[in-house]
Each structure stands twice: as C-alpha cells, then as structure tokens.
C-alpha cells in the first residue's frame, strides 16, 4: 500500500463477508483484496466499494504467480487459502491445473508486489 492513511474494508451485507478494502490514494481509490493487493484505481469511493463488491472474491480465482525465494523465480498459483496477513497458494501449471510433479502448497505471510502478483 502506497498511501499512510488506514484502508476501510468492504463487506457483504448480507451474510457480512469480508470482501476487501478501500483506499483513498492521491484523489483517487484504489479497490483491494483481502489481503490489501490493488486490483483497481477509481475516481470515487462509492465506485472503489462497488468495485469490491462485484469483483473483490472474483479476482481470488484466478491464476496468480508468486516468487518463490527458494530458488529466484515466478510460478503460476491458485490461491486456497486467504486471510489479510496470510495467503496460502498451491503451484499449477500456465492453465490452472495441479499436477503431482509440480503442485505444492506455499504459505506467503504479509504478501505484497514482491511475492504475490495477480493475473495481467
């Protein structure tokens, strides 16, 4: 997170499920996951908050990559388990399947731009 001010989580009214964050960045809002990753920058905060809404659980399925400090490189991940200080991904192929060779589970704690990236 770029900005020093404390971002506001967005949840569901309904059921009350935490759906991400909301930050106000320079005039403008940027649009969170759980875990304070930046999926989206908006002009507004009611557009950030319905941004979270529609796409803030959405964008935790698809395929992520993340750096594994082991051996200096980038693999493609799905995320199984999520938590604002914590992401735990499993490495998949290019196309989101685990194979046996390759799958591994990996916990990432406080993730951010240097360890967690998601899709482009």
């Keep these: 997170m770029s900005s020093t001010q404390k971002p506001e989580a967005v949840f569901r009214p309904d059921d009350n499920e935490h759906l991400?964050?909301?930050?106000?960045?320079?005039g403008a809002w940027q649009a969170?996951?759980?875990?304070?990753?930046?999926?989206?920058?908006?002009?507004t905060r009611d557009d950030a908050v319905r941004e979270v809404m529609k796409n803030g659980l959405q964008i935790l399925k698809k395929i992520w990559q993340y750096y594994d400090s082991s051996d200096g490189e980038w693999y493609p991940c799905l995320?199984?388990?999520?938590?604002?200080?914590?992401?735990?991904?499993?490495?998949v192929n290019q196309l989101g399947y685990q194979d046996s060779?390759?799958?591994?589970l990996y916990s990432i704690t406080r993730p951010d731009a240097t360890s967690l990236v998601a899709p482009i």
Aim: net charge neutral; charged share 20%; proline share 0%.
């Design 20 to 26: 991400g964050f909301v930050l106000s960045v320079g």
């Design 32 to 43: 969170q996951t759980i875990f304070g990753y930046d999926f989206a920058t908006l002009a």
């Design 79 to 91: 995320l199984k388990e999520v938590r604002t200080d914590k992401v735990v991904v499993i490495r």
């Design 101 to 104: 060779e390759i799958s591994i």
